[in-house]
């Protein structure tokens, strides 16, 4: 009786370590697109517009895919990057020119239709740099916002 328990216990034992191992692998792989987005992202935000100091990473995705990099040069400008993951040409702006991530924040929760607010990112929507604010609603609903870069003003809602 002996043996057979400690063969049982021997087998759930390496079934649950396999398990531990796969499920880990499963999460390392899955984080490794947004790691490899973030440093490609980031060296080329480097050869564009001299950063040299990164403040924010922004995976943005709507009629297509951008990387934005939010940091400053070596002359203490901050410069938001947007970078089209299809290989276009980056767009390098200055920080100072828009709304920074809590001014659009505060917009959507102006509108009082939002108890909490779940994401934000930056990138451009036809051709426009804009936040995306994911915000929850107060039945539970997501929403998303659109807020203008340079105006601060939502410009796009869905629900």
Not at 85 to 94: H, K, L, S, Y
Request: without cysteine; hydrophobic residues 40%.
């Amino acid at each position: 009786m002996n043996r057979k328990y400690n063969r049982q216990l021997k087998i759930i034992s390496l079934v649950l370590i396999l398990t531990i191992v796969l499920i880990s692998i499963v999460l390392i792989q899955s984080a490794s697109p947004m790691r490899k987005a973030k440093k490609q992202g980031i060296k080329v935000s480097e050869e564009v517009a001299g950063i040299t100091q990164v403040e924010d990473f922004y995976w943005f995705t709507r009629e297509k895919t951008y990387f934005t990099v939010v940091g400053y040069n070596d002359k203490s400008e901050e410069k938001v990057v947007f970078l089209p993951q299809d290989g276009e040409e980056a767009v390098v702006m200055n920080a100072k020119d828009g709304v920074d991530d809590n001014e659009a924040i505060q917009k959507v929760l102006d509108l009082k239709e939002n108890r909490k607010i779940k994401k934000i990112s930056l990138g451009l929507y036809q051709e426009k740099p804009v936040w995306e604010v994911v915000a929850e609603s107060h039945e539970k609903q997501t929403n998303y916002y659109l807020v203008d870069f340079k105006t601060g003003d939502i410009v796009n809602k869905i629900s």
